[in-house]
């Protein structure tokens, strides 16, 4: 898997057979918590069950969706995003204290978080390993242009790039644009169109082109 | 602190070579599911907070954060509170079993699983409702100060010294530098807006413009 360090290209150690030492580890501090009476086994799949299936980016497009087709949502979340995004029922911890930031034309957000791994888990869940990577964290305050190049994501040279590092307990959603092409679309249509990485900022979302090419791979 | 984990601006990294968004999974191995787990499980314990569950991870010898994964970056950190708070001994995380008797019950409340959803649902606010009266407003102009604490700090290395604007007031939030389950201090936190090349100079992007939000004493006026 991507490695969290400056030699990720060829590190496959955490899927070694048989168990890792890291493996190894982790099971033995499992059964010491589980002996000891402070942890509790349930309690433990049950929070995995919630963040590998229950809350995901697919949490995220249904705000952008809603705020692509309904103005007063969008301003909405402009005024009081915590209200606006609690109103799917999307709370809870790494969510607390939301932000919206808009793309437009003359402007591109951005987020990241330099000094850990901060992100918006109410509404795209834990997030991708790239995202908690050094380069990505080093390079997207410093280099910001050249970290969405490597997404394949290239601006016109005059729109300013907003970069939102989140060293407080303030999360960061972004809503893309809305891609051109889609006049009429439902909010469940054009939630097709948002991606993770476009919530993010490394990317734009898809254009409706692109749902045809997606189904024809 | 200094640490490896303050990594705004260093350069050498090398690529960030991102998975497909559609090809990666939530973990990566049935490890990291547990240290995940066992990581906010054993924080709704209620020994320690966010703050010094990031330090925990942060005062690694940075070749350690920088070589370990994420997750086991989790890992280390857990072991260090869980011996910290005296919740375990480096001696039972060795043998992986308990080797004096298991906590009073009654001194120590174990989540069952729908207590722990409901805290995860919950969340856990760091806005204080306390009359403090900012010092800055939107439109000021701030200097980050230049300080090196030892301690766990959110004023990222990159911005010490820089002038930047403040763009909003966050309202008064939990103080993470001094935050501990015995102490509370609150502080206004403000959104303040630095430009590409007040930051990085002639190597930095003018046309781009880095966000923090940073806490009032962080902050001088410029």
């Known amino acids: ?217 | 602190m200094n640490g490896a984990h303050d990594l705004g601006g260093m350069q050498g990294l090398g690529p960030i070579n991102p998975e497909p968004e559609t090809a990666e999974p939530v973990f990566h191995a049935d490890w990291e599911r547990k240290v995940f787990s066992l990581t906010l499980a054993t924080a709704l314990l209620g020994r320690w907070n966010i703050d010094m569950g990031r330090y925990s991870r942060e005062r690694q010898h940075p070749v350690t954060y920088l070589s370990n994964t994420y997750y086991e970056n989790w890992l280390a950190g857990t072991e260090t509170l869980l011996k910290e708070s005296g919740l375990v001994t480096a001696e039972e995380l060795a043998a992986g079993k308990p080797l004096t008797p298991p906590t009073a019950p009654d001194t120590i409340r174990v989540p069952g699983p729908e207590q722990a959803l409901n805290a995860v649902k919950a969340g856990g606010p760091a806005d204080l409702d306390v009359p403090v009266e900012p010092r800055f407003a939107v439109g000021d102009a701030v200097r980050v100060r230049n300080f090196h604490p030892q301690g766990h700090t959110r004023a990222p290395r990159y911005t010490r010294g820089r002038v930047g604007v403040v763009q909003r007031l966050h309202g008064v939030h939990i103080y993470p530098d001094t935050h501990t389950p015995e102490v509370t201090e609150g502080h206004p936190l403000y959104s303040v807006r630095f430009e590409g090349d007040e930051l990085w100079g002639p190597d930095g992007d003018a046309r781009s413009a880095v966000y923090a939000d940073l806490w009032e004493p962080y902050l001088e006026p410029a």
């Open chain 1, 1 to 217: 898997m991507p490695h969290d360090g400056p030699d990720h290209d060829h590190d496959h150690r955490d899927h070694t057979e048989p168990p890792s030492d890291v493996a190894l580890r982790v099971k033995s501090l499992e059964s010491l918590l589980i002996e000891k009476g402070l942890v509790d086994p349930a309690t433990l799949d049950a929070l995995v069950d919630r963040y590998e299936h229950h809350v995901g980016p697919q949490n995220g497009k249904k705000v952008v969706a809603r705020a692509w087709t309904d103005p007063d949502y969008r301003q909405w979340l402009q005024d009081d995003a915590n209200a606006a995004i609690g109103d799917f029922g999307f709370k809870g911890r790494q969510g607390e204290h939301m932000v919206c930031v808009e793309n437009g034309p003359k402007a591109h957000n951005l987020v990241v978080c330099t000094l850990c791994s901060c992100y918006p888990w109410t509404v795209l869940g834990l997030p991708p390993v790239w995202y908690k990577s050094a380069p990505y964290r080093s390079r997207a305050v410093a280099d910001p242009r050249g970290v969405l190049a490597e997404f394949g994501t290239v601006l016109d040279p005059d729109v300013e790039i907003r970069v939102w590092d989140s060293t407080s307990e303030m999360r960061y959603l972004v809503i893309p644009e809305r891609p051109a092409g889609t006049e009429g679309w439902t909010a469940e249509q054009l939630e097709r169109l948002v991606t993770r990485n476009s919530m993010i900022g490394v990317e734009k979302a898809k254009a409706p082109a692109d749902l045809a090419k997606d189904a024809a791979e």
